[in-house]
């Protein structure tokens, strides 16, 4: 029983690879269970290390306008992702978008030249689409002319928010079962795959996942 005046202890349930989720009142059980739980697991473990400890909280607003947040601390990786008026889907994809942008900054020099080498490809061979909202707002912002230092600072905003969105998809398509979105606004397959491809040989699925469905009978993958 909790005395009069007492305040209620926050819980800390362990997640998959011993991350931690600061759990307060009022948070939903199916949140926990059916999203956040499931995303976790099906982060690589080699991924995970990289990212070392990882302390996720899911307050009812983090600040205004603001869907979610990180930071690095001498304790490892804290995220809070608001979870007003957002389904419970996007909780847990705005979650590993946070992740992909913490990752972009471990990242080995020879990951990141890889990285903007495909990057680099994508632009030459005139690609406009892209993985996200925000990769997409990003590579739209980018400036014809690549001596100002301006586009310097946005095409390393570009890199980042692409690699963050990559990652979070990477993760994604190890959770559940997706569908590749089409358009001038989106990634087409073929570069889809290759940002996967990649990140799979950096951050290998553990055992009983696996990045693409199994090929169909005639030999195929069902994924262009």
């Known amino acids: 029983m909790i005395a009069p005046g007492s305040k209620r202890l926050t819980r800390t349930p362990r997640l998959a690879h011993g991350w931690q989720l600061v759990r307060g009142p009022g948070l939903s059980d199916a949140l926990v269970r059916e999203f956040i739980r499931p995303a976790i697991r099906a982060v690589p473990s080699s991924l995970a290390r990289r990212l070392d400890s990882c302390r996720i909280s ?18 490892g990786l804290e ?16 979650l590993l978008l946070c992740l992909g942008q913490a990752l972009w900054e471990k990242l080995s020099d020879a990951e990141l030249r890889a990285y903007w080498i495909l990057l680099s490809d ?25 001596s100002h230092a301006t ?8 890199g980042r928010a692409s ?57 195929k993958s069902s994924i262009p």
Not at 81 to 91: F, N, R, S
Not at 170 to 178: G, Q
């Open 58 to 75: 899911l307050p009812v607003e983090v600040a205004a306008s603001v869907a979610s947040r990180w930071t690095m601390t001498g304790g």
């Open 79 to 94: 995220i809070s992702v608001t979870t007003a008026e957002i389904e419970e889907h996007d909780i847990a994809m705005e």
């Open 122 to 146: 994508e632009i030459g061979a005139g690609i406009e689409g892209e993985i996200d909202e925000q990769a997409l707002d990003e590579k739209r912002s980018l400036p014809n002319s690549r």
């Open 151 to 158: 586009s310097v600072r946005r095409l390393a905003r570009y």
């Open 163 to 219: 690699f963050a969105g990559s990652a979070a998809e990477y993760v994604h398509c190890l959770w559940h079962e997706v569908t590749v979105r089409t358009g001038p606004d989106y990634l087409p397959a073929a570069q889809l795959r290759r940002r996967l491809e990649l990140l799979a040989r950096w951050f290998p699925p553990d055992r009983g996942y696996r990045l693409f469905p199994a090929p169909s009978r005639g030999g």
